[in-house]
């Protein structure tokens, strides 16, 4: 007996040891820089011409979105911004999506391409400013597009507008490309500029478009976080059809179609598919786990004994199961025109966003495997398989991380998972180096107002992002 709880004694020990080691042996991945210039603008006109972007509708319904406000907004760039037209090449892909050239002085650089894109989803609900109005009140810019995505093509080209008067030119070519239909899949815009650079040949530096944002008071920590998506996951769309015969409802069979596929939902969306701590998570968790309390930092650094607690953890957060899974979330459930008349058909669409590691054809194959005895039809309606894993350890990220680290002093840096999907992942051929990051300050409360109610960004946070783009251009240029 004594020489049992001696041996359980001494595991404990190891056990602790090992656990204090690998906490304390976690190291920064941050990085010093210096700040980068104060920013010289005339700020009421830059406001203004913001303003003015916004209210502009170009809001994305379905496949026939592009309107006379695209055309619009279009033409009003070249009058906004007179340098940007003249000094760079500009062209217009598919009507209504544009690719701006910066040419560097050096052309064996590979270039460097900044993504943006200009339409934006309808408005539903009450406002407290109308939603395309622009209006600046109480130190906000309100409006639909503010921080989605309007506010990247507008920093952009007013850092660039500002560096040609300057007299700045890059070393590195830039290519600034601004989509029409990003709220759709970009497959009008975005797709077809990455097959237009495809086909001259072009091969990239890097891709950085929108995607992760700078978040305060955030998982415990004291500084706030910026985070970069370094992958993306992809997203399918599965049906779930019952088909049988209909009839009075007063004489209805055991079970109904509608009955049918309410259980089929109900079972698939009770076995999710399992977790992983993998990839873009890991790295994540890897890059911030120096900087969280101890208890925090001991679960971080030791995942291969606590992954359980992380996984008991997700189930109260959303944000933290999205991170660890293929999300599971039925969406559509249709069958039936009368109270009382048995419905001959019902059918359902549960929406899957999917975790890198796993593909459309393995999220079909897991519904099937939950419906295996259920007389179910499983269909794989369309669906995107996710990005490829950029690394957060290259030179390009690392100009990125820099960039951050000299316009948002005293803010932690971390590469992440993107839940959403942007235009970036169609320029996966032409550049393995893909980051996701709009440079806004946001409150956790704030993420609501993406695609939500009220969208706006504080007027500070907005030169901010203008500031950010100038130093981005002038050290992803060199």
Do not use: C
């Not at 001494?10 to 920013?39: C, E």
């Not at 979330?329 to 009368?338: D, F, Y």
């Not at 169609?426 to 180096?433: D, E, S």
Request: aromatic share 6%; no cysteine.
């Amino acid at each position: 007996m004594k020489r049992a709880l001696l041996l359980v004694a001494t595991a404990i020990l190891v056990l602790a040891a090992v656990l204090l080691v690998r906490t304390f042996s976690v190291t920064s991945m941050q990085i010093a820089a210096p700040p980068a210039p104060p920013l010289v603008l005339h700020r009421a006109a830059a406001l203004a011409r913001f303003s003015r972007a916004i209210q502009f509708r170009t809001v994305s319904f379905g496949e026939n979105s592009p309107t006379t406000e695209h055309d619009a907004f279009v033409a009003w760039l070249a009058t906004a911004y007179p340098r940007v037209h003249a000094s760079l090449q500009r062209e217009v892909v598919n009507g209504h999506s544009l690719l701006f050239t910066w040419r560097g002085s050096d052309p064996s650089l590979a270039p460097l391409l900044l993504l943006g894109h200009y339409d934006v989803v309808p408005v539903e609900g009450k406002w407290q400013q109308p939603p395309f109005s622009g209006a600046v009140n109480g130190g906000f810019v309100w409006g639909r597009g503010t921080l989605d995505d309007k506010v990247t093509v507008i920093s952009i080209l007013e850092a660039t507008e500002s560096l040609l008067a300057e007299n700045f030119r890059p070393r590195r070519t830039l290519l600034f490309a601004f989509g029409h239909d990003e709220e759709l899949g970009g497959l009008q815009g975005a797709a077809n500029t990455a097959k237009l650079l495809q086909s001259r040949g072009v091969k990239l530096d890097a891709v950085i478009d929108e995607g992760g944002l700078i978040i305060r008071r955030t998982l415990g920590l004291t500084q706030p976080l910026a985070v970069i998506g370094i992958a993306e996951k992809g997203s399918a769309n599965v049906e779930l059809r019952v088909n049988g015969h209909g009839g009075h409802s007063s004489m209805p069979p055991a079970r109904t179609p509608v009955g049918l596929v309410a259980e089929a939902v109900d079972r698939v969306q009770s076995h999710p598919m399992p977790s992983h701590i993998t990839g873009a998570t890991k790295e994540m968790l890897r890059w911030l786990a120096p900087h969280l309390p101890f208890a925090q930092r001991m679960v971080m650094a030791n995942l291969w004994l606590f992954k359980p607690a992380l996984d008991a953890r997700a189930k109260t957060s959303n944000a933290l199961n999205a991170m660890l899974r293929t999300t599971t979330a039925p969406t559509i459930i249709s069958g039936g025109v009368k109270d009382n008349v048995i419905a001959s058909e019902a059918r359902a669409v549960i929406n899957f966003r999917i975790l890198p590691g796993d593909t459309t054809e393995s999220v079909a194959a897991h519904v099937r495997d939950s419906l295996n005895e259920h007389d179910v039809n499983v269909q794989l309606v369309n669906g995107t398989d996710p990005s490829p894993i950029s690394d957060a350890r290259t030179r390009q990220f690392r100009t990125l991380q820099r960039t951050i680290a000299q316009v948002y002093r005293d803010t932690l840096v971390a590469p992440n998972l993107m839940v959403g999907g942007t235009d970036s992942r169609h320029f996966a051929p032409l550049t393995p180096n893909i980051y996701r990051f709009l440079p806004v300050l946001l409150d956790e409360k704030d993420l609501d107002r993406f695609h939500g109610l009220n969208e706006r960004i504080a007027v500070d946070d907005y030169f901010q992002a203008i500031r950010f783009y100038r130093a981005l251009i002038m050290n992803g240029a060199r």
